[in-house]
C-alpha cells in the first residue's frame, strides 16, 4: 500500500521558516509526482507545490513562488517543503500527496493537481 507521512509543521512567527517533510512508500515504480496541499477551514484545498521524482520538476502556486522550496532525497524517499518568509495567510494544515501519472497544470498562475494518494496533514500556524 502507498503511504505517506508527512511531519514538521509547527507555530512560527511571521517571516519566519518551517521545512516540511513527507516520507513516501508503496509505490511499485520510482516515478510518481509528490507534493503539497493546504486547507484552511472552510476553504477548498489548494496545491501547493509537486515535484516529479524522476527528472525533479518542481511546480508551485502563485503565492508560495520564491518564498518555498520543493525538493527530493530520492535515497531516502523523502520530499521537503522548505517555508520561508511565511504569512499569516499561509496558515493551513499541510497535506503531502502522490500520484504515479496525474500531472499537475497550471491556471493562471496557480496550480492545479489531482493525486490519488494522501497522508496526513500537518498543521503550520503563522503568527502575525
Known amino acids: 500500500d502507498v503511504q505517506l507521512q508527512a511531519s514538521g509543521g509547527g507555530l512560527v512567527r511571521t517571516g519566519g521558516s518551517l521545512r516540511l517533510s513527507c516520507t513516501v512508500s508503496?509505490?511499485?515504480?520510482?516515478?510518481?509526482?509528490v507534493g503539497w496541499f493546504r486547507q484552511v477551514p472552510g476553504k477548498e484545498r489548494e496545491a501547493v507545490s509537486c515535484?516529479?521524482?524522476?527528472?525533479?520538476?518542481?511546480y508551485y502556486t502563485a503565492s508560495v513562488k520564491g518564498r518555498f522550496t520543493i525538493s527530493t532525497d530520492n535515497a531516502k524517499s523523502v520530499v521537503y517543503l522548505q517555508m520561508k518568509s511565511l504569512k499569516p495567510e499561509d496558515t493551513a494544515v499541510y497535506y503531502c500527496?502522490?500520484?504515479?501519472?496525474?500531472?499537475?497544470?497550471?491556471?493562471?498562475?496557480?496550480?492545479?493537481?489531482?493525486?490519488?494518494?494522501w497522508g496526513r496533514g500537518t498543521l503550520v500556524t503563522v503568527s502575525s
Open positions: 500527496a502522490a500520484d504515479p501519472s496525474q500531472q499537475p497544470f497550471y491556471s493562471t498562475d496557480d496550480l492545479y493537481w489531482l493525486p490519488d494518494y
Open positions: 515535484i516529479d521524482s524522476i527528472d525533479r520538476s518542481t
Open positions: 508503496g509505490f511499485t515504480d520510482d516515478d510518481y509526482a
